[in-house]
């Protein structure tokens, strides 16, 4: 991951402003010679939100049967390195430990039973090509680099903006796990962004 690539949109990731992260990612991924990880602009992940609305609510009603929940935590797949398909994870905690970037240790002590199963994880569909390309283009230049990096923070912010349309799904159709407040990330990420609620 690009650290300096991720300080220029985090600040407008955690205000829930993806558009502007998105924008700034892009234009940056337009500068560069036109390589496969260009596949992402302009591809957005909300058309999956309702789909991703109606699958947390059944893990949130199961998991309300182990225990009470006053927390969710979503995590993408570590992409670019695992790139064989790419899906969302969630976990259910009891009590909401808060945002605190320099301590969230709270999100290691889930219930293992209030976590996704591997065969029930939510798959994300349409960056096919881009799955391919983080598994098989060699980065033999620095424009090849920069692009594969923009192209990891234009997903991550794409994953965002797709968990925060699902929730304001959740809001609008009065679904229980809207009742909630959720945390997302990608995996090994170290900026966690919190729900508006």
């Known amino acids: ?3 300096e690539f991720a ?10 402003n993806f558009g502007k992260a998105i924008n700034i990612a892009e234009t940056e991924l337009r500068k560069l010679p036109e390589s496969d990880f260009h596949y992402i602009l302009d591809k957005s ?9 109606t699958w947390t609510e059944s893990f949130y009603n199961l998991a309300t049967k182990k225990n009470k929940v006053g927390a969710l935590y979503f995590e993408m797949n570590e992409f670019d390195i695992n790139t ?4 969302i994870d969630s976990f259910a905690f009891s009590n909401d430990g808060g945002l605190d970037l320099g301590d969230m240790e709270w999100l290691c002590d889930f219930d293992t039973d209030s976590q996704t199963e591997t ?6 569909d349409g960056y096919e090509p881009l799955q391919d390309a983080f598994e098989n283009i060699e ?6 680099q920069k692009s594969r990096d923009w192209c990891e923070q234009i997903i991550i912010a794409r994953f ?4 925060t349309t699902a929730y304001t799904i959740a809001k609008t159709k009065k679904l ?10 990608e995996h090994s990420y170290d900026f966690i962004v919190k729900s508006d609620k």
């Open 139 to 144: 980065l033999d230049t620095d424009d090849l």
């Open 160 to 163: 965002m903006e797709l968990m």
């Open 176 to 185: 229980n796990w809207a009742t909630v407040p959720i945390y997302f990330t």
């Open 45 to 53: 992940l909300v058309a999956q939100a309702d789909d991703l609305a």
């Open 84 to 87: 064989d398909y790419w899906y």
């Open 119 to 124: 065969e029930t994880v939510f798959k994300i």
């Open 7 to 16: 300080e220029q949109i985090n600040s407008h990731l955690e205000k829930l």
């Open 1 to 3: 991951m690009n650290s």
